[in-house]
């Protein structure tokens, strides 16, 4: 089973700064195939980067995915209120497609 | 719009059984795979279990590979989860996820049921 580790667990930043989110692996992921997703309170997953670094429907360009074989990065350029959530990445290259513990980005 | 609505969760017995259903509707479900991710109170999301498009492949999360059974109906557009023998630490919140494209990873999300385990 792949795990995946989450950096930091928690990240205060005001808006307008810029997040980094890490996601590492205990072994490489097949074919990139991370995937991040944002959860805020009482809602469900929403899904914002797959393979990696290509941005699902919708989702704004201030997100960005980055990395390849063990070591993932999600950037956030400049935080809006609305980004400030729990981020969880996701392989699912091998099964089981496991998840990360997640990082929760909270305001300064 | 892709709707995705979970049923089945509720206050059930240490030792008892289950099974959730999730119904599937606004697109061409059989096309997609499916998947049971499950998030604990307070807790991170936990991938439970995935199934292909027709049914063929099915896949579960190795602590509780023996426990869960996953099975679709493509003619009724639902997803289920077989569970059993369940203890406190199966308490969670239980979402059905569609596949994005042919892969695991999940584009679109239902709003969850949730089980609890409790005597």
């Known amino acids: 089973e792949i795990v995946l580790t989450q950096s930091p667990g928690t990240l205060s930043l005001s808006p307008g700064e810029r997040a980094t989110l890490s996601c590492r692996a205990s072994q490489s992921v097949s074919n990139d195939y991370l995937a991040w997703y944002q959860q805020k309170p009482g809602q469900a997953p929403r899904f914002l980067i797959f393979?990696?670094?290509s941005r699902a429907a919708g989702i704004p360009d201030r997100f960005s995915g980055s990395g390849s074989g063990t070591d993932f990065t999600l950037t956030i350029s400049r935080l809006e209120p609305e980004d400030f959530a729990v981020y969880f990445c996701?392989?699912?290259?091998?099964?089981?497609?496991?998840f990360g513990q997640g990082t929760k980005l909270e305001i300064k | 719009e892709v709707q995705l609505v979970e049923s089945g969760g509720g206050l059930v017995k240490p030792g008892e059984s289950l099974r959730l259903s999730c119904a599937a509707s606004?697109?061409?479900?059989?096309?997609?795979?499916m998947s049971w991710v499950r998030q604990a109170p307070g807790k991170g999301l936990e991938w439970v279990s995935a199934?292909?498009?027709?049914?063929?492949?099915?896949h579960y999360a190795d602590s509780l590979k023996g426990r869960v059974t996953i099975s679709r109906d493509n003619a009724r557009n639902s997803l289920y989860l077989q569970m059993s023998s369940l203890g406190a630490e199966d308490t969670a919140v239980y979402y059905c996820?569609?596949?994005?494209?042919?892969?695991?990873?999940?584009?679109?999300w239902g709003q969850g049921t949730l089980v609890t385990v409790s005597s």
């Open positions: 996701q392989q699912y290259g091998r099964s089981p497609y496991t």
């Open positions: 996820a569609r596949g994005f494209l042919t892969g695991y990873c999940s584009d679109n």
């Open positions: 393979g990696a670094s």
């Open positions: 606004g697109f061409t479900f059989s096309s997609y795979t």
């Open positions: 199934i292909s498009g027709d049914g063929v492949y099915r």
